[in-house]
């Protein structure tokens, strides 16, 4: 099994719908992050938590909201989707202490229509 | 707040020669850079990374530099194979800070 694991892989919904991506982790890492990726833009930072209660914006939170349910998951929900938040979204992992070393998930393809 | 510059976007070699991918930061703070590799219908992972104590690091076909004065750093892949073939991403930050800025990423095509 992966060591962050991210559901649904791909969706497709409509604009003005609320979606949810979820991320889980085997990792036992306290720090967690979701990413944005768009072509040419690269991966931009949209929500970090450091700990369960801890939740933090990153540069592009405008549109979205996360909650942290647990040590292992985050959750990254949109609550109504526009088409320009189609886009690849990343959950990353990583430790408190030592390097700032990301283990990322597969990635989850959202298209809004 | 730092900002991470990366050329080219797209670099196109053929299998045996050097890649080499450029970038810049804006804040001299940063001390700690790494690099990700993104194959295709994955998630980054990294490959190198190096801190700002160091001038040079190496592994195998890889190494990366870094000129603080600048305000530059760069991946050099020697050899390169078309499992080369990804989109790489450098990404600066510094200590206490806890959050990595990404570069735009560059996709390199190795043809063989």
């Known amino acids: 099994d992966a060591d962050v694991t991210q559901t649904p892989r791909n969706r497709i919904t409509k604009t003005g719908k609320r979606i949810m991506l979820e991320c889980s982790q085997t990792?036992?890492?306290?720090?967690m992050y979701w990413y944005r990726q768009d072509p040419g833009l690269g991966l931009r930072l949209i929500y970090y938590s450091f700990d369960v209660k801890d939740i933090n914006k990153g540069e592009i939170s405008d549109g979205y909201s996360v909650s942290r349910q647990a040590q292992a998951k985050f959750s990254l929900s949109l609550e109504s989707a526009i088409p320009n938040q189609t886009a690849l979204y990343f959950c990353?992992?990583?430790?408190?202490?030592?390097?700032?070393?990301?283990?990322f998930g597969a990635g989850s393809r959202l298209t809004v229509l | 707040g730092e900002n991470v510059e990366q050329h080219p976007s797209t670099l196109s070699v053929q299998e045996g020669d050097s890649a080499v991918i450029k970038c810049t930061y804006s804040d001299s703070a940063s001390n700690y850079f790494p690099w990700y590799k993104q194959e295709l219908g994955k998630g980054p992972q990294l490959i190198i990374d190096i801190r700002s104590n160091v001038g040079e690091k190496k592994d195998q076909r890889i190494a990366v530099t870094l000129n603080k004065t600048a305000k530059h750093f760069s991946l050099h892949i020697t050899e390169t194979q078309p499992e080369d073939s990804a989109v790489y991403f450098c990404?600066?930050?510094?200590?206490?800070?806890?959050?990595?800025?990404f570069g735009t990423g560059t996709r390199l095509l190795v043809s063989p």
């Open positions: 990792k036992g890492h306290d720090r």
């Open positions: 990353a992992t990583s430790a408190a202490s030592g390097a700032n070393v990301l283990t």
């Open positions: 990404a600066a930050t510094y200590t206490g800070f806890q959050k990595l800025v």
